[in-house]
């Protein structure tokens, strides 16, 4: 099993910067391959932030457009969002997600993201 643990989320202006971190723990977690976020908008699809695989590949969401960039420190079983230049329209919960190898997905409790002036 792997446990996934944001923080970091909060309010924020527009054209301001947030930081989200997610740990990892358990006894799965040799067994991950990706580590990245989603994040889901209210009455809208659960949808992909950003996401880095154990080799190192990325991937991020078509409205990322660059604002967003994402860090994986395997040593530490962490990954970190650093999100510039939000929009109203980032206000989401972000969840951290994990998928193993063996394609089993694992989800953290969600952190809220609110983008307002």
């Known amino acids: 099993q792997v446990q996934l643990v944001e923080s970091g989320g909060g309010l924020a202006q527009p054209g301001g910067s947030l930081v989200l971190s997610c740990a990892a723990s358990?006894?799965?977690?040799?067994?991950?391959?990706?580590l990245g976020w989603y994040r889901e908008a209210p009455g809208k699809q659960r949808e992909l932030v950003a996401h880095k695989l154990t080799g190192g590949s990325l991937r991020y969401g078509d409205f990322v457009n660059g604002r967003f960039t994402i860090v994986r420190d395997n040593a530490k079983n962490m990954v970190f969002l650093q999100m510039n230049s939000l929009e109203p329209e980032d206000t989401a919960i972000y969840y951290c997600?994990?998928?193993?190898?063996?394609?089993?997905?694992?989800w953290g409790q969600g952190t809220q993201v609110t983008v307002s002036s």
């Open positions: 358990g006894s799965a977690l040799r067994s991950l391959d990706a």
């Open positions: 997600y994990a998928q193993s190898v063996g394609g089993k997905n694992y």
